[in-house]
């Protein structure tokens, strides 16, 4: 079985940085694709950010594309999410999931295991 944990969320002024990191146990980490997904209170998940297996391709939202950075550690069982110039609206609980395949997608449906997630507040 699959297990995914986060940690490094936490309460952040605008314009501040956060890491996240999600550690990955029970599958051969370095086969498999990674996302992180965030939900905002009374709204729906939406796509973050996603890594191939390989670390070689890496997806953005737009609205997080050119402050946040995916990157992955294969000696680690671990993937991380840079956040940097945060701001308010970044406010939510992100979780990372694997789809359990080399290639990452941005659909949320896709994904078979998910972390229990990690909350990030970001004040103005």
């Known amino acids: 079985q699959v297990q995914l944990v986060e940690s490094g969320g936490g309460l952040v002024q605008a314009g501040g940085s956060l890491r996240l990191s999600c550690a990955v146990s029970g599958r051969t980490f370095s086969s498999i694709a990674m996302g992180w997904f965030r939900q905002a209170p009374g709204k729906e998940r939406e796509f973050v950010a996603a890594?191939?297996?390989?670390?070689?391709?890496?997806y953005y939202a737009d609205s997080v594309k050119g402050r946040f950075t995916i990157s992955r550690d294969n000696a680690r069982n671990t993937v991380y999410l840079q956040m940097n110039s945060l701001k308010p609206e970044d406010t939510a609980v992100y979780s990372c999931?694997?789809?359990?395949?080399?290639?990452?997608?941005?659909?949320?449906?896709?994904?078979?295991?998910w972390g229990q997630g990690t909350q990030v507040t970001v004040s103005s």
């Open positions: 999931a694997t789809n359990n395949r080399r290639y990452s997608s941005s659909r949320a449906g896709d994904y078979e295991y």
């Open positions: 890594i191939s297996w390989s670390g070689a391709g890496t």
